[in-house]
């Protein structure tokens, strides 16, 4: 009897995305991002005061500035606030290097002090964050600013004047704060004022936007700590960073449905309240789960197939970087009608740099390594990786899938020349059918030729 292979090409090629790459300055308005004024655009076109300001702020009227920048005039070589005091220069505080860029007033030092923002909780600030990705990658010249942003931002605090006059500096630290705290998940953004004399910035002044206010971050954060314990609860406290890397990644996939208009989806609360999101959403939780694991990891920012803005994980376990992409192993996402959906995909758990080149773009806030180990890829690690055609491993492999009773078997050559091979033995041999159930006729199988992967349906 003749026997017949169903070839369903490069199921799980995925070329959709969705995460909102903000400069942090303003709200996008959609799931892929939007351009906005650039800061020098904004600075030749838009002037207002501080009373405007404050207008703006109260009654919420369009001023045409979705940036969220306002800029104020000063028309002398220093600042002066309401209160007609001068402003200094760094040169004249005895602690310089907690005031490396701006020109601040005496009232600005007691407001900021008023708040709590002084230098023996910005040394602890920096202290707390040493470890984190961004915070260990970024210019650490700007390592008080970061804190600075992260005290402003978790206290609530509005109109903060920060150690930089520069929004360049600002929207960059932002950015780092952000990558490194998936726990902050009521912001969207931020506004700042920019005072400047004669034309030259001299101070900027700071403000977080919220999605939350404070009773309902409360209330979210009551539900991501019973989701967080429930996550605990599955997986042991000796495990191995591989295995607690693996388990979260398939958590998340399973507790989690890819949904483009889901909510709050550049956050945890879509993943762990509403169990649907987007990549950054995913990202963020698997980076936040992580955390409580003791396993380092980063959001890493980007494009996917066809130039769409993307968000997945670098982690950094035994010794080694990897980069994970939770959103492309969900099998919500992709191919929906796909006879291959009904599990995961593990093409994209533990991979290197050259893998994920091929259909990842890097285009990160801080730079990102050379990921080239694969000692703990899932395909290695699970003895589903082929540097040759093997009968026997072949065999257990397939022995061992039906024993457990799963729906598919995927493989992984080690070049596209084993893959190659791999499928002409399998597949113009038509060994395939030596490794089935006694009688099969026909066999359906998908392939991923950027990952050398082959997957067969068994059941």
Not at 325 to 344: H, I, K, L, P
Request: net charge negative.
């Amino acid at each position: 009897m003749k026997k017949y292979l169903i070839v369903i090409m490069a199921v799980f090629i995925i070329t959709m995305a969705g995460i909102v790459i903000a400069t942090n300055i303003f709200e996008t308005k959609n799931d892929i991002g939007e351009s906005v004024f650039s800061f020098e655009t904004l600075k030749a076109t838009f002037k207002v005061d501080k009373k405007k300001i404050a207008e703006q702020r109260k009654t919420g009227e369009d001023t045409g500035n979705p940036a969220g920048v306002f800029l104020v005039d000063v028309d002398t070589s220093y600042v002066n606030d309401e209160s007609g005091e001068s402003g200094k220069s760094v040169s004249e505080y005895s602690d310089t290097e907690f005031f490396h860029a701006s020109v601040l007033t005496e009232k600005d030092i007691k407001t900021r002090e008023e708040y709590g923002l002084t230098k023996e909780k910005i040394t602890e600030l920096c202290a707390e964050n040493a470890g984190f990705y961004c915070y260990e990658t970024m210019e650490e010249s700007l390592h008080q600013l970061y804190a600075e942003i992260l005290y402003a931002t978790t206290e609530r605090l509005s109109e903060v004047p920060l150690c930089t006059r520069e929004q360049k500096e600002l929207d960059y630290a932002y950015r780092c704060v952000m990558n490194d705290h998936p726990e902050i998940y009521t912001v969207s953004g931020y506004t700042c004022v920019l005072h400047s004399a004669n034309n030259t910035p001299v101070k900027i002044v700071y403000t977080a936007k919220y999605t939350m206010t404070e009773h309902e971050e409360v209330a979210a954060k009551r539900q991501i700590d019973a989701y967080t314990k429930q996550f605990l609860s599955g997986i042991r406290k000796d495990a191995s960073d591989y295995d607690k890397v693996k388990y979260t990644y398939e958590y998340l996939i399973d507790h989690t449905e890819y949904v483009l208009d889901s909510k709050e989806n550049q956050n945890i609360c879509s993943v762990m309240l509403y169990n649907q999101s987007v990549c950054l959403g995913y990202a963020k939780s698997m980076q936040y789960l992580l955390r409580q694991l003791n396993v380092k990891s980063t959001v890493v920012e980007g494009l996917a197939t066809g130039g769409e803005p993307h968000a997945w994980n670098m982690v950094h376990i035994h010794n080694a970087y990897y980069f994970v992409d939770v959103t492309w192993g969900d099998s919500s996402y992709g191919a929906a009608d796909s006879v291959f959906t009904q599990g995961m995909n593990y093409d994209y758990l533990n991979i290197t740099s050259d893998e994920l080149a091929k259909s990842h773009i890097i285009d990160n806030v801080v730079p990102i390594p050379r990921c080239v180990e694969i000692a703990d890829n899932y395909y290695v690690r699970e003895g589903l990786y082929f540097d040759r055609i093997n009968p026997s491993v072949l065999s257990a492999v397939f022995k061992e899938a039906f024993k457990k009773g799963e729906q598919h078997v995927t493989i992984k050559c080690s070049s596209d020349a084993v893959f190659q091979e791999m499928k002409d033995y399998l597949l113009e041999e038509q060994k395939i059918f030596d490794y089935m159930s006694e009688g099969t006729e026909s066999i359906s199988y998908g392939e991923n030729p950027d990952m050398f992967t082959l997957t067969f349906l068994i059941k």
